[in-house]
């Protein structure tokens, strides 16, 4: 079975930086790119972007380049999302999700992680 | 960007209905369609890939039709398990981007 364990919410200051995390299992991790996506509260879903786990290429919406920086540890078969400079903008649910190579769908989707930047 | 918009944010229906939820893109983009389950949980499950190919394991009461730029996903007798947020999200131009989302209760 394929699951995406997130990382536990965040509670975090402005102006720090956040990592959380997502451990795939139950499938090859070098065979799925790992894609990131953001949910502000009561609001929809918008792509951050994706990494190659084979060798760490990464793709970013040009709206959270600079914000966000993607990473994988393919030895324990985890991702990783840093977030920088954080505002209260960045307070929401951030979901990984994996898509097989050549797919162009978000196919299994982690259950999220809460992030709160509050002073 | 490719604006994604679901007119119908919210939608009742009553268990056994056959519902359909919208979605119209800001330009054609030749079928590089899906649609996603949001659960009140938040737990997010694909559902329909390629406008109308249905994710394995979704029950085939679900079913995706459309094209260029109006696309649509249907419910044929609903279920209590299928009351969630629906969303559907383009590939056809990078950055790759979703609709509103259409929130669908029972009556």
């Known amino acids: 079975e394929v699951q995406l364990q997130q990382s536990g919410p965040e509670l975090v200051k402005p102006g720090a930086s956040v990592k959380m995390s997502c451990k795939a299992s139950?499938?090859?991790?070098?065979?799925?790119?790992m894609k990131w996506v953001k949910q502000s509260h009561g609001k929809s879903l918008e792509w951050i972007g994706d990494?190659?786990?084979?060798?760490?290429?990464?793709f970013y919406n040009q709206k959270f380049k600079g914000k966000a920086t993607l990473t994988v540890d393919k030895s324990s078969s985890t991702a990783y999302m840093q977030l920088n400079s954080l505002t209260s903008e960045d307070s929401a649910v951030y979901y990984c999700?994996?898509?097989?190579?050549?797919?162009?769908?978000?196919?299994?989707w982690g259950q999220g992680t809460t992030l709160t930047v509050s002073s | 960007d490719i604006q994604m918009t679901q007119t119908t944010s919210s939608l009742s229906a009553s268990l056994g209905d056959r519902v359909t939820i919208s979605c119209s893109a800001s330009?054609?983009?030749?079928?590089?369609l899906n649609w996603y389950q949001q659960k009140p949980d938040g737990t997010v499950k694909l559902l329909i890939y390629?406008?109308?190919s249905l994710h394995s394991g979704v029950p085939s009461r679900f079913s995706g039709s459309g094209s260029g730029t109006d696309y649509s996903l249907t419910i044929s007798n609903l279920e209590p398990e299928d009351i969630a947020t629906y969303y559907c999200?383009?590939?056809?131009?990078?950055?790759?981007?979703f609709g509103g989302g259409t929130k669908l209760e029972i009556k």
């Open positions: 999700a994996n898509a097989y190579y050549g797919n162009y769908y978000f196919d299994y």
């Open positions: 139950g499938y090859t991790f070098t065979d799925y790119y």
């Open positions: 990494i190659n786990p084979n060798n760490g290429d990464t």
């Open positions: 330009q054609g983009i030749s079928n590089y």
């Open positions: 390629y406008t109308s």
């Open positions: 999200q383009q590939y056809s131009k990078l950055p790759w981007t």
